[in-house]
């Protein structure tokens, strides 16, 4: 395809579930970021992939969230033992490298998460 | 620490009339600053960035923003704006220490009256 796509869009689930969110980069695109966007707020990062270096986990707000990415292609976000304050909008973006900060990262349409 | 600010929280501007979203960064190093637009129920489009060379930069739907190293700042503009510009508009830098993790300003609603 030609941007970046997520899925599913919206994804509502009970307190206590664990969750999985897909995102397909743009094809040849070796950084893949995940953000967070929380109602009536900015973006936070949580996670980045550059090629086979380690990802970068540091924004990552507790040990019930993790992400997986197979070579540089599709990615999965996982949340465990979801809670009500996961509810928000998860974002992936992703760029050609992560070359010192120069590049510009393309974003997909979300995933709305809701946890009842 | 480095950060984005945008200090408003909302901008109304009617349909023709010049269009200001502000934005103000504090970071240490030459900063790469990024503006993206974002519609209802969508993901974020990218409108232009600031890497280096000339201060005033263009982007896409007629936007440009002005780099000012002096005040911090990067405000972006747009001459005659549309109400079809009605969006979410947010700035983000790339810090220096942590290249490619964006961070972003609160975002600034825009709402262009005809």
């Known amino acids: 395809g030609a941007g970046v796509s997520q899925s599913p869009s919206n994804k509502v689930t009970e307190k206590g579930k664990d969750v999985e969110l897909r995102c397909d980069p743009i094809s040849g695109h070796t950084a893949l970021y995940w953000y967070r966007q929380r109602l009536g707020q900015g973006l936070e990062f949580l996670i980045y992939?550059?090629?086979?270096?380690?990802?970068?986990k540091s924004g990552l707000p507790s040990d019930r969230f993790s992400a997986e990415r197979t070579g540089e292609s599709v990615s999965t976000l996982t949340i465990q033992r979801t809670q009500q304050e996961d509810s928000a909008v998860y974002l992936c973006?992703?760029?050609?490298?992560?070359?010192?900060?120069?590049?510009?990262?393309?974003f997909g349409p979300g995933t709305r998460l809701t946890v009842l | 620490a480095q950060s984005v600010a945008q200090p408003e929280d909302q901008v109304n501007v009617a349909e023709g009339n010049p269009l200001t979203v502000k934005c103000t960064y504090s970071v240490s190093g030459n900063p790469y600053l990024f503006w993206y637009v974002q519609y209802p129920n969508r993901g974020l489009q990218f409108l232009l960035k600031?890497?280096?060379?000339?201060?005033l930069v263009k982007g896409s739907y007629g936007f440009e923003a002005e780099f000012n190293k002096s005040q911090t700042s990067f405000h972006l503009k747009k001459p005659s704006a549309l109400v079809s510009d009605s969006a979410l508009y947010f700035c983000?830098?790339?810090?220096?220490?942590?290249?490619?993790?964006?961070?972003f300003g609160a975002g600034t609603q825009v709402v262009v009256t005809p």
């Open positions: 600031y890497i280096t060379g000339d201060n």
């Open positions: 983000a830098v790339s810090p220096t220490d942590s290249w490619g993790k964006l961070q």
């Open positions: 992939f550059q090629g086979n270096s380690a990802p970068d």
């Open positions: 973006a992703s760029s050609l490298s992560s070359g010192g900060g120069t590049d510009t990262q393309y």
